[in-house]
C-alpha cells in the first residue's frame, strides 16, 4: 500500500446516505480515515436525519460533493449509480483534477464497470462491494462496525490506477474488511448465488406464507427463531433489489431455474414418500456445514 | 392450574436426549420443577456424553425410565415417537398407574394424536410441540434457555386428563414459554407454513449453491450475513427431517406447489424486465414486517 495514499486524512463524499453511504460515514470517521465526511442524500426527510444522527459533518450539493472531496464514494442504487458515475468521471476531467478518486458500493459490477470502460478518467474509479448489510435500509439503519471482518470485493482492479486502488484498500483496511479481487463477471456470477438468489428465496416464502396463512395471528404464534432468520432478507427494500435483479438478469435466472429444480426434487421424493431420496437430499444439503460456520 | 399438580417436585424421565430433550432437561432441573431427570438415550456416545456434560441425573432404560418416572417426556424423531407412544400407555396401563404422564415434543401432531386416540390410557398422555430449536442436534447441542419465550403448541388438549394437562402446562411455564392451543390438523398446516417450508427451501437453497459452486473458497469469502441465516437451516439432521417432511406430507406439498408459484412469478418478472412486477412482489413480500419483528 502506497505510504503517501495513507498519509494524509481524506475527505470524503458520500452520495447516498443509507445503511451502506451511512455506516461508513460513521466509521471512516471516527477510526481517522476521514478528515470531514460530506453527505449528498436526494430524500430531504433523510437528509436531515443523517445530519440529525450525526453521519455526516455536512450536507451538501451533488455538484459541491465531487469538487470538495479527494474521495467520492457512490452508495445508492445500482440503477441510479450506473447513470451517475460516467457524469462523476466527467466532472473530474472538467475539474481537470488528477488525485480524486470515485467509488462505488453495488451489489452487481457487470453492468457499471462496463459502463465507464472507455472514460478517459477510468483510472480515476475503483469498483467494489462491500458484502454487507442488514434487511434495514435509510440513513436511520447506519451502524457502527457494518463492515467488520465481512469481505469486500475489488471488481476489475487492474483497470484502475494502482495509487487510487492502495488508497482504497487503506479504506476499507479502516472497515476492517477482507479484500478480495475479482472479474466483474464473475463477481456477478458468486454474488447471484451467494447473494442474490437467498434474497428471492426469502421474498417468496414471505408471499408464500402471506398468501396462504389468513391468520396473522398464528404465523406470530408459530413463528419459530428458523422462520425468522429464513424469512428475515424479505424485508428488504425494493428500490435496493428491483435494480440488482435486473441488472445481473441471466446469473439470477440460472440460479432461479437450479433452485426450482432443487424444490422439484424434494416435491417428487415427498409425493412417493421416498424417504431414502429426501434423506439424500438433505444430507447432500447438510454439506453446507463445511462451508459455512 | 391444579395446585396439587404444582404442589412437589416431580421425577421427569426423558426419552432422547438432543437438542430438545437436553434442553428441557436442563431447565426443569435447574428450575426446580424435576427432583430428579432420567434420561433414555439409544446411541452410547450421546448416553455418555448426556451423562458426562451433566444433563441428566442417571442414564436408565427404557422400562425403568417408565416405570420410575412421573413424568415421561418422548423427545426423539416422529417416526420414533409415533411407534412408542402407544407402547408407554400400554406399560401405564399394564402397572395399573392413575397420576403418570406421557408427552411429546414433536414436530408433527396429526399422526401421533390419531395414533393412540382410541387407547384407554389417552387422558394419560399431552400432546405438545414446543416451538423452539437450532440448526444443531444431539446433547452437545443442548441449552439453558432454549425455550425462553417461544410458543408451545398443545395439540388436542381436550383429550388429555384436565389434572395431566395443568401439570404440563406446568412444566411448559417453567420452560418460560406461551401456551397455545390448537386441533393437531391446524397445527400442522400452521407448522407446514412457518417451520417445515423453511426448512426445505434452506435445504433447496444449499443444494443450488453446492450444485454450481464449485470454488468453495468463493463461496465463503462472499458469503454474506444474509446467506448465511437463509442457509442456516440447511444444517438440520435428516433424522428429524424425514420423518416430519413425510409425516406432514400433504400440507408440505401444498406449501412447496404455492412456494414454487412464487419463485416462477418472480423468474416471470425478472425474465420480461418487468420492473414494476418485481417491485410489487417485492413490496407485497415486505408485508412480513408487520408480522415478524
Redesign the interface.
Known sequence: MSQKANSEKKIVGIIGLGLIGGSMAIDLKRRGFASRVLGVESDPVHASAAKEIGLVDEIVSYEDCISLSDIVVVAVPVGAAVKMLPDILDRFQAQGTQDKIVIDTCSTKAHIVRSVHYHPMRPAYVATHP?????YSGPWAAMPGLFDG??C?FANSEESDPKALATIEGLYDTLNM?P?YMNADNHDV??A???H?????????????????KD?K?????????????????????DM??PI??QN?EN??H??????E??????KA??E?D?EG??D?????????????
Chains 1, 2 share one sequence.
Open positions: 458484502m454487507a448489510g442488514t434487511e465481512r469481505a470485493i477482507r478480495a458468486h454474488t448465488y451467494v447473494s438468489i437467498s434474497h428471492v428465496t426469502s421474498f417468496a416464502l414471505a408471499l408464500t406464507v402471506l398468501d396462504k396463512e396473522e398464528h404465523i406470530f404464534d408459530l413463528a419459530s427463531g428458523g422462520f425468522s432468520s429464513t424469512v428475515r432478507l424479505a424485508k428488504s427494500s425494493a433489489w428491483v435483479l435486473v438478469r439470477v435466472l440460479v432461479i431455474e437450479t433452485y426450482i432443487k424444490m422439484e426434487a424434494f416435491r415427498i409425493e414418500f424417504e429426501i434423506r437430499l438433505i444430507e447432500q444439503a447438510n454439506r453446507i456445514k463445511k462451508i459455512i460456520r
